[in-house]
């Protein structure tokens, strides 16, 4: 009897082994699974949320101005220009209106002609170019000032920056077509605005 237990037991043996070990052989590594994509800014990372990608969502583009309503652009710089002149008007009766306004006592027609200040905007044969006019005899940017005549270089400080200012507004609202209706040395006459 003892010869048959001894295979017996050490079958029983190698069960129990096999037992306290689980049964089974190791488990072999699992396969590593590739990385995801890193996301593009602003998308969410793969897996986020439900669990399933997520597709980027396209920007929307603002969408464009409309040009400008060019009657109303001109009525803007129109606007601008008759505001620099109401600051700069003080500066013109007191330093050029004697000469060029028509009924002063220095006022000549032959002045007048040059640069008429009766009514705004200017007039004379120099209206079409009248504020690169003003900026050469009042030295606006440099040089020697010429006028006003009786008085060379009066027009200084802050009277001359509202006069630099006031031809500025000129400028741009006459690049924008606001004088295409005034002839050479024409007078705008329905302005009303007297001197």
């Known amino acids: ?6 295979p017996q ?7 129990l082994s096999l037992a306290a070990c689980g049964g089974k052989a190791p488990p072999e590594p699992a396969a ?4 995801a994509p890193e996301p593009a800014q602003g998308e969410e990372p793969v897996g986020a949320g439900e669990g399933t990608p997520t597709e980027p969502q396209p ?6 101005k409309p040009p400008p309503d060019p ?13 620099a002149f109401e600051m700069a008007e003080p500066v013109f009766k007191r330093h050029c209106t004697r000469c060029h ?8 027609a032959k002045t007048l002609g040059h640069f008429d200040m009766t009514t705004y905007p ?3 044969h120099h209206a079409d170019e ?18 006003p005549k009786d008085d060379r270089g009066a027009v200084q400080g802050d009277e001359l920056s509202l006069i630099a200012a006031w031809a500025d507004a000129y400028d741009r609202a006459h690049a924008g077509g606001a004088h295409e209706d005034r002839g050479h040395g024409a007078h705008d006459h329905a302005s009303g605005h007297k001197h």
Not at 9 to 15: H, K
Not at 59 to 64: D, I, M, N, R, Y
């Open 1 to 6: 009897m003892r010869k048959t237990v001894w």
């Open 9 to 15: 037991l050490a079958a029983f043996a190698a069960l």
């Open 32 to 35: 590593a699974e590739p990385a």
């Open 59 to 64: 920007t929307e583009e603002p969408a464009p």
């Open 71 to 83: 009657t109303q652009a001109k009525a803007e710089l129109v606007a601008a220009e008759k505001s």
């Open 101 to 108: 306004v028509k009924g002063e006592k220095k006022a000549k």
């Open 122 to 124: 200017f007039g004379g």
């Open 130 to 147: 009248i504020s690169a006019k003003i900026r050469k005899v009042l030295a606006i940017g440099g040089g020697k000032p010429t006028m």
